[in-house]
């Protein structure tokens, strides 16, 4: 038995720093600058490399998803500004999820443009709080961020609502309790498309599935968040990063046909189905080890 704990113990260490090793190499495209650009109609892509922050314009100001990390708001509001617009018109501000790669940037960027903070309800007290009260991994880890004061908390479906633009929340929870995945109609060129912004499937390595006594009802919510990703109807697949929906090279193709490279339901589709086997294989696997 001791041996058995001490091989348990061993295989976390070693999946840790594995893990820290991977994540230290892939967030460099984290703070990486990127070309900002129109998707379709209002909406606009002003993130980094990976990191996605979407802006929606009105005439009665913007709304801003994902306030990135605390290094990226500069990179933000450059962006925002290079397409023309005012960084203190942003009148709302919004997030995937209560991890510090979507929000940790949301109390500077809420003092610099005074912004209401909108966050669903099963994430709102970890963003007033500054998220998880001790580290998961170590200093710096993305479960803890600046804390920040939340204006709205918003219930499954609620709908969000500035000028013309009209956003709907739906909770697609397990990532975090309270992960949200926005969908919009754009106007393109006189005609109507579905936006879907997918807040998270993934199973971050270190989630527990089985047993979890932080968050008892994990794998029951993972369950909730395909079913609903499956349900939407979508034209435009965009998500919290870039390489959800591989902005980088779809962004290259803009310009270059009379498509609009962002209109993958396709691509959505597959994404979708691929990270519920993954889900399925983890949650599978976490089973047989109880």
Same mark, same amino acid.
């Given at each position: 038995?001791?041996? &058995?704990?001490?091989?348990?113990? /061993? ?8 893990? #820290? ?37 009105? +005439?009665?100001? &913007? ?18 500004? *290079?397409?023309?617009? *005012? ?11 209560? &991890?510090?790669? =979507? ?8 003092? @610099? ?7 669903? !309800? @099963?994430?709102? $007290? ?17 479960? @803890?961020?600046?804390?920040? %004061?939340? $204006? ?17 929340? =739906? ?13 919009? %109609? ?21 989630? /527990? ?13 993972? !369950? %909730? ?6 349900? /939407? +109807?979508? $034209?435009?697949?965009?998500?919290? =990063? #870039?390489?959800?929906?591989?902005? !980088?090279?779809? &962004? ?11 209109? $993958?339901?396709?691509?959505? /589709? ?11 294989? !983890?949650?599978? *696997?976490? %089973?047989?080890? @109880?």
């Amino acid at each position: 038995m001791i041996d &058995h704990l001490r091989s348990q113990i /061993l295989f976390s260490i070693l999946l840790l720093l594995a893990c #820290g090793l991977a994540d230290a190499q892939d967030r460099s495209s984290w703070t990486e600058p990127f070309p900002p650009h129109r998707i379709a109609g209002n909406l606009y892509y002003v993130g980094s490399r990976d990191l996605a922050s979407y802006l929606i314009t009105t +005439p009665e100001g &913007h709304v801003l998803i994902n306030s990135s990390l605390e290094e990226s708001v500069p990179l933000i509001r450059a962006s925002v500004e *290079k397409l023309g617009f *005012k960084f203190k018109d942003i009148r709302i501000l919004l997030i995937s999820h209560a &991890h510090s790669d =979507h929000c940790a940037g949301s109390a500077e960027i809420v003092k @610099q443009t005074g912004a209401k903070y909108f966050v669903i !309800e @099963q994430d709102a $007290d970890a963003v007033e709080n500054g998220g998880a009260k001790k580290a998961r991994v170590g200093k710096g880890d993305y479960t @803890q961020f600046p804390a920040a %004061k939340v $204006d709205r908390r918003l219930k499954d479906g609620e709908e969000v609502k500035l000028g013309d633009a009209v956003l709907v929340a =739906h909770l697609t929870p397990g990532h975090t309790p309270g992960c949200t995945t926005w969908t919009m %109609k754009v106007m393109d060129a006189g005609k109507p498309l579905n936006a879907v912004i997918i807040g998270s499937p993934n199973v971050n390595p270190g989630y /527990l599935l089985v047993g979890n006594k932080n968050y008892p009802g994990i794998a029951t919510d993972y !369950e %909730k968040t395909f079913r609903v990703l499956k349900a /939407l +109807p979508v $034209d435009l697949f965009l998500g919290a =990063h #870039g390489g959800y929906y591989g902005m !980088e090279a779809k &962004h290259a193709l803009i310009g270059t046909s009379a498509t609009n490279p962002f209109i $993958d339901p396709a691509g959505y /589709l597959r994404y979708v189905t691929d990270r519920e086997d993954a889900f399925l294989a !983890e949650w599978e *696997k976490q %089973k047989k080890a @109880q």
